[in-house]
């Protein structure tokens, strides 16, 4: 098993657009950051982990006024909801940007100078269908019915001006020649395949710049002018580092792993990583797309209004409940469907019945049979020890194979292993024959170090609900390593303590 390492781990979210306030999609790709970041600190990894708001832009602006504001203020106000969603969340981000921050403006200024200077950038008109929503041109082929956005089925205006644009076109080959050379950097591999068909299909420049808009990072040479959105934003994972992780931040790029949905995979598979070349930084080692959580058959989002708000389950069941149903049920990089009879299930029947339950009973055996003090190993359980060891390496194979469901699944294994072996091995009869005591010595045993083995796996993905389950089995809550969940670590001769349970029954639920 593998667990020290040297690696440094840069992982990111999207930074979200702040013209509205954020739901569960928005929750859910933050969650699935915090884990990979928890489960890279847990295996020793240098690890920074970075989210933000993305304020620039018509739709931002048009956001603003709609509420009465002005756009600075708008995104001061909105921008702080994020922010407070991490923290509700328990996301463990090293930092959080803002486009509107002054230091990330001057980088981003700084490198289109550099492209401009390079030939890179030049002045041309341009017109097309906008979508505000997106931020993005789409070509007529694609639009739906109505001249409607293929993404958000609302309609595209005709947007014709004077704007830079960037030889996109210009990096067809290289960016063709990277994806056969790294054909793991984008995941799953029907995303990759779908990139690498857009820029065989050809690549038109990319007009980076507006002149109609005036809310965004103005073009150092042309003030007349701002920055399209998207570039602004997508120069975030690079300039975050530069004032956002400390004086040798540039130690942690390039990115190892950059989460997002599928919607955004075009600018991030084809525009990032053609503007990083022409700006010679190093491209990001992998993008984990992943699908929709979709409330009714449909994508949630403002547009559809099927929004579906975190904070009532957060309230009604707890954080972590929120953070398994969503790693457990939407396999990651498919779509999945979120409901509230779904999320009851998975938590009654899954973390109170399977879990809560197992460590209840087993703390209450240890106190009964054994005074509260986990008996020594008989070494009779090897083959569970070897198992839990297997389990270990499959959850570190899941991890780096970006499959965070699988992950889970493999350590809720080990949890029904032990609930089998409570059941098969009744303490409660052994606890009756003082013959026995050896055996009941070792199946007490064997549920500890099961349980605590099983709750270190657990730990990226419920961190509160497994520091106090540790605490209840004696143990010390504080940098739990992946090397804490070899079998039988430090827990013969712990002390348990009876605690409330850890996922208690919830009456009614939220719609
Ligand atoms: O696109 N299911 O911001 P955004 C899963 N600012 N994930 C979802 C989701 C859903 N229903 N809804 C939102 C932007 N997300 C740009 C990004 S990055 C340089 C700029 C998540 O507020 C998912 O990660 O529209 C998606 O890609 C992102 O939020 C879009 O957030």
């Avoid at 097309?128 to 956005?149: A, Q, R």
């Avoid at 809310?215 to 602004?232: A, E, K, L, R, T």
């Amino acid at each position: 098993m593998q667990v020290m390492s040297d690696h440094r781990f840069y992982t990111t979210t999207p930074i979200y657009y702040v013209n509205a306030d954020p739901h569960v999609g928005h929750a859910y790709t933050t969650i699935m950051t915090d884990i990979f970041a928890r489960h890279h600190r847990q295996r020793g990894d240098d690890v920074f982990f970075l989210t933000g708001t993305d304020e620039h832009g018509a739709k931002i602006a048009r956001a603003a006024e709609a509420a009465g504001n002005t756009p600075h203020a708008h995104a001061d106000a909105l921008s702080a909801k994020f922010r407070d969603l991490g923290r509700v969340l328990d996301a463990s981000n090293d930092f959080f940007i803002r486009t509107t921050d002054p230091e990330h403006i001057a980088e981003v200024q700084r490198i289109l100078v550099l492209l401009h200077e390079r030939g890179d950038i030049y002045k041309g008109s341009y017109g097309g269908w906008y979508c505000t929503p997106c931020e993005g041109f789409f070509v007529e082929s694609e639009l739906e019915e109505g001249n409607t956005c293929p993404i958000h089925h609302t309609p595209v205006e005709w947007l014709e001006e004077d704007n830079w644009f960037f030889r996109l076109s210009a990096y067809r080959e290289q960016l063709l020649a990277h994806f056969d050379a790294h054909p793991g950097w984008v995941v799953p591999q029907a995303r990759f395949n779908e990139a690498r068909k857009m820029i065989e299909l050809g690549l038109e420049d990319l007009s980076i710049s507006r002149s109609q808009i005036s809310w965004g990072v103005p073009v150092p040479w042309d003030p007349d002018q701002v920055i399209y959105v998207w570039v602004d934003a997508l120069f975030n994972y690079w300039t975050a580092l530069s004032y956002g992780a400390g004086d040798d931040g540039k130690k942690y790029w390039p990115p190892t792993l950059q989460l997002m949905a599928k919607d955004i995979l075009k600018f991030h598979a084809v525009i990032w990583p053609a503007l990083l070349l022409a700006a010679e930084i190093e491209l990001p080692e992998r993008l984990a797309i992943h699908g929709y959580v979709l409330k009714g058959g449909e994508k949630m989002s403002k547009t559809t209004g099927n929004l579906v708000d975190p904070f009532p389950f957060i309230h009604d069941y707890g954080l972590d409940a929120l953070r398994y149903y969503l790693a457990r049920e939407i396999r990651f990089g498919d779509d999945g469907t979120f409901s509230a009879e779904g999320f009851d299930a998975r938590y009654t029947g899954e973390l109170a019945n399977e879990l809560g339950n197992l460590l209840n009973r087993t703390v209450n055996m240890i106190g009964r049979y054994r005074d509260g003090v986990v008996p020594a190993d008989h070494g009779q359980d090897t083959a569970l020890g070897a198992e839990i060891a297997a389990r270990t390496d499959e959850i570190i194979a899941a991890f780096d194979g970006a499959d965070i469901t699988r992950a889970v699944e493999a350590a809720w294994v080990i949890v029904r292993d032990l609930n089998r072996l409570v059941e098969q091995r009744a303490p409660w009869v052994l606890a009756k024959d003082p013959d026995q005591a050896d055996a009941l010595d070792q199946v007490l045993f064997s549920l500890a170090a099961g349980l605590k083995s099983v709750l270190v796996l657990l730990w990226p993905v419920i961190p509160t609900s497994v520091e106090r389950a540790l605490i209840s089995l004696g143990q010390q809550p504080t940098d739990i390593n992946l090397t804490d969940a070899v079998w039988g670590d430090g827990i013969a001769g712990a002390t348990v303590t009876v605690i409330p349970p850890l996922f208690p029954r919830v009456e009614g639920r939220p719609e």
